[in-house]
């Protein structure tokens, strides 16, 4: 009771943007991850390709699988909206024999769209979509949300990027950060001036730039916008409102934005011996650049202090018995530093090819039983991909076409995508060779 009134309240209401992110358990002694495709690896345009699908909102404009806020319904901001010419307009209208849009509930696209190279039409403009409106007349609009297709994260990065969110306002605090991966669709492009780098004082300010309301992108693609507008991507002090945000209170949502500032993940190893666990467990931790008010907000589950620890596989015996377990043995290694309850230590991440050649393949058990990392279609990379024949049954073989000697079998490199059917499961499983 409040006020003399009764709050109704769900329990076992859950805030997707407070999940635990990182890596789970199988019961199989793996990971609930395994077999899915990294999310860097989503095809260009995956909004646009063969199997995207698409579920109909009706006249809300707010994604319901996705985390949003309220200022993507109440607020009049900037939204994707298809043009009758669109081939993605035709496939949502779904038009009958007299040309009345059907609004069908559920789309899933049978083709990869076809656009042209310099089309201005906004949803090629974008890396991925959200929620799109279809129709703008008459007076009820229609909506689409854009269901993008399973995929992981990587846990450490060898190229991270420092990305912000929160009150970036008159004090100069970041309210959070973390370190993102770039190639992934995480946060949004805040720009600077091109002379950003020579400001003093308490930083220079920034604005968001984007092709629709909470935009999410790739560091690249922000990068660029930044420059379309001739602007630079920067560490702004502040973030100022513009069409994509209608006043400095939009700053109090969960979104984040991409800054120049490179990052660090590194990994803190439990020193917990007392655990279930058949190794010691570790965590993630971010090392990132102060803000202006020489502040580093991170998000408590990458702090120092993080409880957020989890299974990982070790090479060997040898390397656990070479693992800091002690704080002695932590501070006595150049490459780490002791914090409460661990090991905080620097982190590499090394991408290598698990077969170097089909002929280390005998059969499609050892793609199953030796490769994690899944894959997208080959046919969605719009012809990166040319298909071998390298005479392993049940085992189809594509090769990237950068690869040195693409024409054969026996130069495969970790960009390699093999395609088998589980024959316990009798699902079609894409690879990579990684």
């Known amino acids: 009771m409040m006020g003399g009134g009764t709050i109704h309240g769900d329990p076992m209401y859950i805030d997707i943007e407070y999940r635990d992110r990182f890596p789970k358990s199988n019961l199989l002694g793996g990971y609930i991850g395994d077999g899915y495709p990294m999310c860097s690896h989503l095809p260009e345009k995956h909004s646009l390709k063969e199997g995207a699908v698409y579920r109909l909102l009706g006249s809300r404009k707010s994604p319901e699988l996705q985390a949003t ?13 298809l043009d009758t010419s669109s081939p993605l307009y035709n496939k949502l209208c779904s038009p009958n024999g007299n040309g009345n849009c059907t609004f069908p509930g559920y789309v899933k696209l049978d083709e990869n769209l076809v656009y042209d190279s310099n089309s201005s039409l906004e949803e090629y403009q974008v890396d991925t979509i959200r929620s799109v409106r279809v129709q703008s007349s008459p007076a009820i609009p229609v909506y689409y949300e854009y269901v993008r297709p399973p995929c992981v994260l990587r846990n450490f990065l060898s190229n991270g990027r420092k990305a912000i969110t929160g009150q970036v306002h008159g004090d100069r605090i970041v309210d959070r950060s973390y370190c993102a991966e770039p190639e992934t669709e995480s946060a949004a492009a805040t720009c600077c001036d091109s002379s950003w780098e020579t400001v003093g004082g308490s930083g220079p300010d920034g604005a968001l730039e984007c092709h629709y309301y909470a935009e999410r992108m790739k560091y690249s693609s922000a990068s660029q916008l930044c420059l379309d507008a001739d602007r630079a991507i920067c560490n702004a002090s502040r973030v100022l409102h513009n069409d994509c945000k209608e006043s400095i209170d939009a700053t109090r949502h969960r979104w984040f934005y991409w800054t120049s500032f490179s990052c660090q993940t590194l990994v803190k190893i439990s020193f917990d011996t007392s655990s279930t666990a058949q190794s010691p467990l570790v965590a993630r931790v971010d090392s990132v650049d102060p803000d202006w008010s020489g502040a580093t907000f991170t998000d408590s589950h990458v702090m120092n202090d993080t409880q957020n620890f989890f299974k990982v596989a070790w090479l060997s015996d040898n390397a656990l018995s070479d693992l800091p377990m002690t704080t002695s043995a932590c501070d006595a290694n150049s490459h780490c ?4 309850e661990g090991c905080v230590c620097e982190t590499q991440v090394t991408d290598t090819a698990v077969f170097d050649s089909a002929d280390q393949i005998t059969s499609k058990e050892d793609v199953l039983n030796r490769l994690y990392i899944g894959s997208f279609s080959p046919s969605l990379y719009d012809g990166t991909y040319i298909s071998l ?28 995508i093999f395609f088998v059917t589980d024959d316990n499961t009798g699902v079609d499983k894409y690879f990579r060779n990684a």
Do not use: M, Q, R
């Open 69 to 81: 806020d309220i200022l993507w319904e109440t607020l009049d901001h900037p939204h994707l909206e």
């Open 337 to 340: 530093t002791s914090v409460s």
């Open 389 to 416: 024949n390298c005479g392993v049954s049940g085992v189809d073989v594509w090769i990237a076409n950068n690869n040195a000697n693409p024409s054969t079998c026996s130069s495969l490199d970790k960009e390699t």
